[in-house]
Each structure stands twice: as C-alpha cells, then as structure tokens.
C-alpha cells in the first residue's frame, strides 16, 4: 500500500462520483448554466437536458412515463416527501402508515413525526433472517392502512426483501407501497413495475453521482400533497428551481451502473464473500451478521464479538482503512445499531459490529491489505477487553 494511500471500504455510505460522470455534469455549471424555466435559447437548453435525463433516469427505473420521475436533494428528501405527502393526501384526518423497524432514519423519523400528528405507525419486525415476509405483512394491515414503507435492500446487513410480494399484500388490503431503494438502485436489478411498486426513493450520491440529488419515483394518480411549495416546478410536486447539472450526473451515473451491472454484481459477491470468509476463518467468535441470499452483492457485515465497533474503525482507520460500524448517519452515536436489534442481535453483540461495503474502485489487492492487518488488530483489542475475558476466556 502507498503512503498516505486510503483504502476505502465504506462505498454504502457515500461514493466517489465517477470521472465520467464529472464529464457529463461540466458543461452545465458553466456555459450552459442557463435556468430550465426560462424561456429564452439558454433556458430552453438547460430545459432539453433537464428532460433528456429525466427520461434517461424513467428508462432506467423502467417507468411508464418520464413524468413519474421527480427530481429532489437526496434519498432523504425522496422518503420525507414520500411518505408525508402520500399520507396527507390519502389520509389527510389521519390514517394507518406501516414501516419496517429496519429502515433509514429518512423514513423512521418522518414516520414518528406522522405519528405525532394524528395518525397511526405499525413498526413492523424482520424475521432473524433479515427478512420481512408477507405473512407478518398481512397480520398487520388494518382496513385503514394507506401505506406501506419497506426498503429494497437493507443499508446495514444487505438483506433483499420480497418487494413484489409486500406490494401484492399491500394492494390486496387497499394500500400503497413505497420502498427505499437508495442501496439497491444500479447494483441489482430494479424495475418499478416488475416490483409492483407505487412509489420508490434514490439518491445519486449510492451510484458515483453527485451529493445533493436525488429522485422520487411516483406512479401515475398515485394520491400526493406537495412538501415543496413556490413556482410549481417538477410538475407542481417539488417546487424549486431544478438542478441540472444533478440531474445529469444521476442520469449518467445510472446508465454506467446498468451497464456495468451483470460482471460488477458477479465481481464484487466474489469479494464480499472472501471478506467474510477471510476474517472468520482468521479470527474466532467472529460471524456474519446474516447468511444465504437474497443479500447485496457488496456489503459484508461482521459480529466481531467482545471488541467495540468503534475501537475496530479507529484502529483500521490508523491503517488506512474506512469502513463503518453501522449506517454512516449512525456513526457518531454510541448506541448499537437500530438495524441489529431489530433482527434479534443482543446489545453486547451489536456493538462490535464491523460493516464493510465494496464498489467500483475495490480491488482484491485492496481485501489482502485488510485481511492482513485485521486480526492483529482484533486479537489486541480482545487482550485488553474485560468483556471478550469474560465471554470467552482468552484473547485469540
């Protein structure tokens, strides 16, 4: 490894943007800087790229209608939006809203403030196999159930979940499904009406985009109260002047992920399974934290037990590894993973969880240098910890 050199292993959190997409977005910071509401030659061609990409996004998400794509600041303002506008407008006295206990915060905090505000929130429980299934699904719809929230693939553990079949079960009890689909978007394939969702979030920055820009996907008549007010732009669903050098970027950034997708979902399992492999063989009373598939092709997430989290990514972040404990919005709290709990992980445990998540710029060679300065540091770690003495005994 060079001097100075980064290996980065936190690719969930944010991703580089890639050169090409760097290319793309150029042109519109400068001399095509022009607003796409105006009416004059500069605005008309920042319209044309405005909609050229927003059509470009609608073919990747196989949408019906480009105009089922609103363009937002992020996967936050995505699920914010989602769920409080589907909601005051289906509901706007107060209804029944069903969200996964292991969602992002982006849809568990507009859900409790939803719950502040006369209506009611199931917060439905995976099974221990990171998985929420159907049948607890349909225990927990009521007649007043409006919507349905569950992410595609989770941040944190990378369990894939049974969209189609939560759909159908929503549908059958006369609700709408929405899903966040900010981790899965780009790494394995996504099409909103083979899921048969109704509405989905995104956001550029997952899939070497650019930060600060998201989507919104909202199929056509799907009930909406707009969040963002002022001169009615994203078809009066999200006010503001629109970012087009954004909207290009994510645009561009989607077309090369669907295009490198097939060989980079079949490269990066390969690596994320020798992480896993490499650490558990190497160390014992380490775990993955979940097995088997459905599971996104790049997390790889550990129980390394008796050491803290925090511990692990200060002393690899001494190396010259990043990786995370958890969610990145998480990591400056101490407490465990909301996303551990909720699949049945005991707080002792989920506080030495380690998660790596690989990408575009991963190399084996990359994975030799974590794997090699890895153990070292968890057997250190477990000399000095009361805790690992207790639980097991000794330090290796």
């Known amino acids: 490894m060079a001097e100075n050199e980064t290996i980065y292993l936190d690719y969930a959190a944010t991703t580089p943007v890639d050169p090409r997409v760097v290319e793309a977005m150029l042109p519109y910071f400068t001399e095509k800087f022009g607003n ?18 927003r059509e470009r996004v609608a073919r990747g998400l196989g949408a019906n209608n480009p105009n089922e794509v609103i363009f937002t ?4 303002e995505s699920d914010t939006t989602a769920l409080l506008g589907i909601m005051q407008r289906s509901a706007p006295r107060g209804g029944h809203l069903i969200v996964s206990a292991f969602e992002h915060h982006a849809v568990l905090e507009p859900a409790h403030y939803l719950e502040k505000h006369h209506y009611e929130v199931t917060v439905l429980k995976p099974r221990e196999d990171g998985h929420i299934h159907p049948d607890d699904l349909r225990a927990a719809m009521r007649e007043d159930t409006k919507l349905v929230s569950v992410m595609h693939a989770n941040n944190e553990i990378g369990t894939i979940q049974p969209i189609r079949e939560l759909a159908d079960v929503a549908h059958e009890g006369g609700a709408l499904m929405h ?13 909103v009406n083979e899921l048969g969702i109704d509405a989905a979030s995104f956001s550029s920055h997952k899939i070497y985009g650019p930060k600060g820009f998201g989507a919104l996907y909202l199929r056509q008549r799907t009930p909406f109260e707009p969040l963002m007010r002022g001169g009615g732009q994203e078809f009066k669903k999200r006010s503001g002047t629109q970012n087009v050098p954004g909207a290009v970027g994510f645009a561009t950034a989607l077309e090369i992920m669907l295009e490198e997708q097939p060989a980079e979902m079949e490269r990066l399992a390969g690596l994320r399974d020798r992480i896993i492999d490499g650490v558990t063989s190497a ?10 598939d459905p599971r996104l092709p790049n997390i790889a997430s550990m129980l390394i037990n008796g050491v803290e989290g925090e511990a692990m990514l200060l002393q690899l972040d001494n190396k010259g590894i990043a990786v995370s404990t958890g969610s990145a919005c998480s990591s400056g709290s101490l407490e465990p993973s909301h996303v551990l709990l909720a699949v049945g992980c005991p707080p002792e445990i989920a506080h030495g969880s380690l998660r790596l998540t690989i990408g575009r710029f991963t190399t084996a060679e990359n994975i ?8 070292p540091i968890v057997e250190r770690l477990r000399s000095m910890s009361p805790v690992y ?3 097991f005994g000794s330090a290796s």
């Open 368 to 375: 030799d240098y974590f794997l090699e300065v890895f153990p």
């Open 389 to 391: 003495q207790k639980m």
């Open 179 to 191: 899903t966040d689909a900010a981790q899965s978007l780009g790494k394995i394939p996504f099409d």
């Open 73 to 76: 600041s992020g996967g936050t």
């Open 283 to 292: 160390l014992p009373n380490t775990q993955a934290t979940v097995t088997g």
């Open 36 to 53: 796409p509401n105006s009416l004059y030659a500069l605005g008309r061609e920042a319209y044309r790229a405005l909609e050229d990409a």
